[in-house]
Every structure is written in structure tokens, then in C-alpha cells.
């Protein structure tokens, strides 16, 4: 049997848990929002609209922030078409993904919803085919108190109090040809900088993100980084990362492994970053918000043909997952944990429907998908601070990623005890992990596991991959025994 052993100290303390590293992510986009949160008529819909079934389920996750309205959807945006009387709202073409928007759930109901999930919201301007005046404008409308013809407009639909939004994205993905309004990265960092600027006489304490790139393997990856962050330095918070992963041809082990994608990510962008602070001088740090991550099977998503119908709410991006996206998932969730240094803000995409961990029927049921349980248990059980832990483990190749460990893993500390979160990336067989903590001892384990790596939850059996006590734990030495390809949590005090 393989044996990994581990070494907890709470003096190898990385930095304190960020409660934003739980965020998610509600777009335009297919049946996110349509028959995702929002279905007036549904059995279980409050007097607003919104999913009570889907409410639970968003408290049971644990999602921090939620980011809104997009994605590719923010750069046709017009955000005005959202508010006021819904009967007066007009019905757009979103060019993003070839549909029909209603506009039925606009920023109003976007915050309302907010407040009823207990989350923060997230606000992102459309700097694809808008600028700076509808960005001052929707911010005006959103967070001044009163007195200004934006704000009593506000008042008027029904928000009295400012939604005081804190944390607002400057456009997405603008490097992307596929975006609506693509721009070079010296157009975008000039943008962008102008809008912050603007937006800071406004409301000096805001906090902003800047459009990084898209995905590591871009051909502008790092010189868009470098550009835009050379314009935008001193007047953005935040770069933003957006990665996402699928297992390629029956590769399982790499598919494992792809949290060493998102690491590398995470160091090159931080290395930029600090490149261009001390390029300029500045004491400043630039921190990253990973606001788009998640398993999504790109290579099965087939765009509109031009020209076809335009549907209301269809269903696009629905990858129903199985174990083992769940515990590849749950490795990247470790790496933004061991990051948590300099990634101070992430958001799962999405939180409904697309690529996402609840799934709903309309008219009907909603379940746990088999990622619900690696980010629910984090976002639970992940408190005080990360300790950097640095797994003794056997390697194995991977044609993607050379060699890497059996194990990922990171530890987090507060005044309960600690908590260890860990993946066996072996298919073939169990990892015996021995644990040094200084005098702590095992009080519970969970494992994420099944027989069958493709097992799948359902509406009809939705607690088919489901996290289960672990009964193979020793406590002299201490040790657990990690299933083949897992996802477990370990508590210890």
C-alpha cells in the first residue's frame, strides 16, 4: 500500500482563511437564473419569484459572494432594461449565448435575492460595449443613498436603502476574441482606468478588479497581465483568473492533477503582478480574484448557428458531474486555499444549472450534484487560519503534468481544531496518510467515494456520491486510510 505522511504546525501559518474564497457565480446564461433561482409559479416560489428549494440549497453550500450578471452576458448588457416595472422591461437578444433575455430579474431582484441567500453581491460593468457614464450610472443607481435622480429611481422600484455593493468587476474576459466589445489589452487597461477613477469619486471604497486573462494557455497570457496592471495599478484592488478543467481523452490522472494548472497560474500572475509594482515603484499589492473556476466539458458545448431561433432561457452548459470531477474539483479548492496568501477572492462558476452544483426540474425537483460536497464541507468546516503543510507523498506520471503527488492537501486552524482537507489522486488503489500534530488527535473523517470514478448523482437518486464517514482511522500513530481517487475531510483536536 502507498503511504503519504503530513505535518501539521500551527506556526506555519499562510494567511487567515478568506470567507470571498467561497464565492459563486449567477449569469444570464441558459437556466441560471430562468428556472434556476428565479421561477414564479414553481411549488416552492416565495412571493418574489425566487426558488426556496434553491434558496436552501445556495445557505447549504456556503457561497460567500455571488458575482452577477456575467461573464460574457455583462458585455451587451444594458443594465436599465432591468429595473422598474416588469411588464415595461423590453426583451433583448444576448449575442453571448444566442438567447431571448426577458430582463424578468434585474440588479433589484439580483440584490433582493442577495439578502434572502445571506450573500454578498458582486457587480460586474459592461466595458465590452458600454464605458464609463453607464458604469457611473449603475453605481449611482445601486449605492448612493438619495437625492440624485438615479438614486430616488431606485427608491421609487421599491429599494429604499442603498444595496452598497462592494466589490465590482471592471468587464470580463475582454481579452477573449469570443467577447463582445474584444479589446487589445492596452484599449481595455486604459478603460478600465479611466472607470475606476470615475467610479472612486463616487465611492473611494470600492473595491475593483481588473480583467485579467481568461485562461492560462491564452497567447497573450502574462503580457496581458503586465499591460493592463501598468494602466490600472494604482486605482484596482484585484486581477482576475478564470480557469476551467475536463478530463481529455480518458486521461484520467491528468484530469486529477489539473490543480497544477491553477497553481501555476496563480504564481505567474502574482509574479507579474509584483514585476509591475516594483517596475513602478509602488508599495501597493495587487491581490487576485479567481471570480471563474469550475469542471466545464468546453468540448461539448456546440454555439448557435447565426440565424436560429432565439430561446428563452434554454438549456445550455448542464454537464451533470460524477466523482471524479468532484474530487478534482475538490483539488482546486485546496489550491485556493494554499494560495490564500494572494487569491483573496474566487467565485465558483456557476451556482445553478450551468456547469453547476445544484441542478433544478422546472416546474419540479432540485438536487445536490456530486461537486456540491467538496465546496459545502470547505466553505463549512475551513475557518481561522490556512497552515502551510507540505505532504510527503509517491508520485506518479501524468502525460499533462509530468510528475505529481498521490496526495493534495491543505490544513486550516481556528479555535475548534484543526481541519484537513485531502485528495487521493490514485485510481488504483487506497493511501494510507500518516498525520504529525503536535498532540492533536483524529475526532471524525469523511470520504467522498464510490466504486464506479463515473458515479453520478440524479433527481432520483441525488445522494448517490455523498460524503460518508471514514472508519479506517488509527490514532496511534495517527492515520486515516484515503479510498482511490477521494476527496476527505479530517478533523482533528
Not at 108 to 118: I, S, T
Not at 252 to 257: K, N, T, W
Amino acid at each position: 500500500m502507498q503511504q503519504a505522511h503530513l505535518t501539521i504546525d500551527p506556526a506555519f501559518r499562510v494567511s487567515p482563511v478568506r470567507r470571498r474564497t467561497f464565492g459563486g457565480f449567477v449569469e444570464h446564461l441558459g437556466r441560471c437564473v430562468y428556472t434556476g433561482i428565479y421561477e414564479p409559479g414553481h411549488p416552492t416560489a416565495d412571493a418574489d419569484g425566487f426558488r426556496r428549494d434553491v434558496l436552501d440549497l445556495t445557505r447549504e453550500l456556503g457561497v460567500s459572494t455571488i458575482r452577477y450578471p456575467g461573464g460574457n452576458f455583462v458585455s451587451g448588457y444594458r443594465w436599465e432594461d432591468g429595473i422598474g416595472p416588469k411588464q415595461d422591461r423590453p426583451r433583448r437578444l444576448d449575442l453571448a449565448w444566442h438567447s431571448t433575455e426577458t430582463n424578468e430579474v434585474g440588479v433589484d431582484e439580483f440584490v433582493l435575492w442577495c439578502r434572502k441567500a445571506g450573500v454578498e453581491p458582486m457587480m460586474a460593468v459592461n466595458l465590452g460595449t458600454r464605458g464609463i457614464p453607464e458604469a457611473l450610472d449603475l453605481l449611482e443607481y445601486c449605492n448612493h443613498p438619495s437625492g440624485t435622480t438615479l438614486s430616488d429611481l431606485r427608491v421609487a422600484h421599491g429599494a429604499k436603502e442603498p444595496h452598497d455593493i462592494r466589490m465590482w468587476c471592471l468587464g470580463n474576459e475582454l481579452d477573449g476574441p469570443w467577447q463582445t466589445g474584444h479589446k487589445t489589452a492596452r484599449e481595455y487597461g486604459r478603460l478600465a482606468a479611466e472607470t475606476a477613477r470615475a467610479m472612486r469619486m463616487i465611492d473611494p471604497g470600492l473595491e475593483l478588479v481588473a480583467c485579467g486573462s481568461s485562461g492560462s494557455g491564452m497567447p497573450t497570457f502574462g503580457e496581458w497581465e503586465a499591460t493592463v496592471l501598468e494602466e490600472t495599478y494604482d486605482v484596482v484592488d484585484l486581477i482576475s483568473c478564470h480557469a476551467y478543467y475536463q478530463e481529455k481523452d480518458g486521461d484520467l490522472g491528468s484530469f486529477l492533477a489539473c490543480s497544477t494548472d491553477m497553481d501555476y497560474f496563480i504564481r505567474s500572475v502574482v509574479a507579474t503582478a509584483d514585476h509591475v509594482g516594483a517596475k513602478l515603484k509602488s508599495r501597493k499589492r495587487i491581490d487576485i480574484s479567481f471570480d471563474e473556476w469550475n469542471i466545464w466539458y468546453q468540448s461539448r458545448f456546440q454555439a448557435a448557428a447565426p440565424g436560429s431561433d432565439w430561446p428563452v432561457a434554454p438549456p445550455l452548459l448542464e454537464d451533470h458531474y460524477h466523482l471524479a470531477d468532484a474530487v478534482a474539483f475538490g483539488g482546486l479548492l485546496i489550491s485556493l486555499l494554499r494560495n490564500s496568501d494572494r487569491v483573496t477572492a474566487a467565485s465558483l462558476a456557476q451556482l445553478v444549472n450551468v456547469i453547476a452544483p445544484i441542478m433544478t426540474e422546472p416546474g419540479g425537483r432540485a438536487w445536490r450534484q456530486t461537486t456540491f460536497h467538496p465546496f459545502a464541507q470547505t466553505s463549512r468546516y475551513a475557518a481561522g487560519d490556512v497552515l502551510r503543510v507540505e505532504p510527503v507523498s509517491p508520485l506518479y506520471d501524468s502525460a499533462q503534468y509530468g510528475e505529481v503527488p498521490l496526495l493534495h492537501a491543505v490544513a486550516t486552524r481556528s479555535d475548534e481544531g484543526v481541519t484537513v482537507f485531502a485528495v487521493n489522486r490514485a485510481v488504483d488503489g487506497p493511501l494510507s496518510l500518516e498525520l504529525d500534530a503536535r498532540g492533536l488527535r483524529i475526532t471524525s473523517a469523511t470520504t467522498l467515494t464510490d466504486p464506479d470514478v463515473y458515479a453520478r448523482n440524479t433527481a432520483d437518486d441525488p445522494d448517490r456520491v455523498s460524503p460518508r464517514p471514514n472508519q479506517n482511522v488509527e490514532q496511534d500513530p495517527m492515520r486515516v486510510l484515503l479510498p482511490p481517487v477521494s476527496w476527505n475531510v479530517i478533523h482533528l483536536s
